[in-house]
């Protein structure tokens, strides 16, 4: 049956309108997406109701007697639909999707004709971003680039008439003015007594069982593994622990070049072994940590908030991992190995930025 939703409309006038729209799914005998607005939500809502009345007998005659819709479609309109699309909304991530509904509903943006976007509206969101919403110049690099990266979907699956062009001109003059800017090298490095504080919490949250969620031995393990959040919840399985040899294989692992993935198998300690090993057991495809990535950073955010730590972010364990594996004397292949990085060069720069006081072990 074709989806049905109803979104709301704001004309240049301030009045309020209500679209409904019908769009086809997989498997319905028509294709394709029909609108019809109303003055009212009453309205609206009565419409949907006997249409989707319609659709339950086989009549599906509105997708073949349309009204012409000269209405050009805006970037507000279709990323909403794109957030409620059955065929867009499961893939969408789930930070992502807050973002593009304040966008769809907050921003300069949102009346904007998709098909007319041109450079300078880019660069006006990023300005915008910058004075209205207080963010940092390289959060307003990420956000944008996640609005490009949905509106290139709803262009693709969705089937709309967008024009992506101008978003590089537009950031090119954005960062040039300071508006938006690349992401800055993180330089923290925890200190003992921070991780021994969040240890301490953890482990009171673990005897409370204030959690479903293990967050002692995940923590423990991206410390010890330098393990991205992605591989160590959903990405590795039974089946890739060698509990005779005691190694552990990371299969599709994030590599800078586009379509490539990497696989890489490494020896645990014994105490990393020793986490595996106490989860509960499942079949042999089953995650050995079967929690979504999302929700434990959102678990690790509250847990900053409680213990006042600013600005120490999840990822930032791996980089201490990776730091430990240095003063532990293992070599750059070695370490390479375990944390996934193809290029020795990057492990020896975050080696250099994290631990200035060392020497280089390429120089070397």
Same mark, same amino acid.
């Given at each position: ?161 967008? =024009? @992506? *062009? ?8 954005? &960062? ?7 992401? $800055? /090298? ?119 908030? =409680? @213990? *006042? ?8 364990? &791996? ?7 240095? $003063? /532990? ?5 070695e370490i390479a190995k375990i944390s996934g990085h193809r290029d020795l060069n990057t492990l020896n720069n975050y080696y250099l930025r994290l631990l200035p006081t060392l020497p280089s072990k390429l120089a070397a």
């Open positions: 049956m074709p989806s049905v939703f109803i979104e709301k409309v704001n004309s240049k006038k301030g009045v309020t309108k209500f679209k409904v729209r019908f769009r086809t799914q997989d498997g319905d005998p028509v294709k394709g997406q029909v609108t019809r607005t109303f003055c009212s939500l009453a309205k609206a809502n009565a419409f949907k109701k006997r249409q989707v009345e319609q659709f339950t007998k086989g009549n599906f005659s509105i997708f073949f007697y349309t009204k012409k819709n000269t209405e050009k479609e805006t970037v507000g309109t279709i990323l909403i639909d794109y957030l409620v699309n059955k065929s867009t909304s499961d893939n969408i991530a789930p930070r992502s999707k807050p973002l593009l509904k304040r966008i769809a509903t907050q921003s300069p943006i949102r009346d904007i004709p998709a098909e007319n976007l041109a450079g300078h509206h880019w660069y006006d969101l990023a300005r915008f971003m910058e004075q209205e919403w207080k963010i940092k110049p390289q959060t307003a690099s990420n956000y944008l680039s996640t609005l490009k990266s949905a509106l290139k979907r709803c262009k693709v699956v969705l089937n709309y008439k967008i =024009e @992506l *062009n101008g978003y590089s001109e537009g950031m090119s003059v954005a &960062r040039f003015d300071g508006y938006a800017a690349e992401s $800055e /090298a993180r330089t923290i490095r925890p200190t003992k007594s921070c991780l021994k504080n969040i240890e301490v919490a953890l482990i009171k949250e673990k005897l409370s069982q204030r959690r479903k969620i293990p967050m002692l031995e995940i923590f423990k393990f991206a410390l010890g593994s330098a393990l991205r959040l992605s591989e160590i919840c959903g990405k590795i399985t039974w089946q890739d622990l060698d509990e005779e040899k005691r190694t552990l294989t990371i299969r599709k692992r994030k590599t800078p070049r586009q379509g490539k993935t990497i696989t890489s198998c490494f020896e645990l300690s014994k105490e990393l072994f020793d986490i595996l090993i106490c989860q509960p057991r499942g079949k042999d495809t089953d995650p050995i940590f079967p929690y979504k990535p999302d929700s434990v950073g959102s678990a690790w955010r509250s847990l900053m908030k =409680e @213990l *006042n730590i600013e600005d120490l972010h999840f990822h930032d364990l &791996r980089a201490e991992a990776i730091c430990r594996l240095f $003063e /532990a004397n293992l070599s750059l292949a």
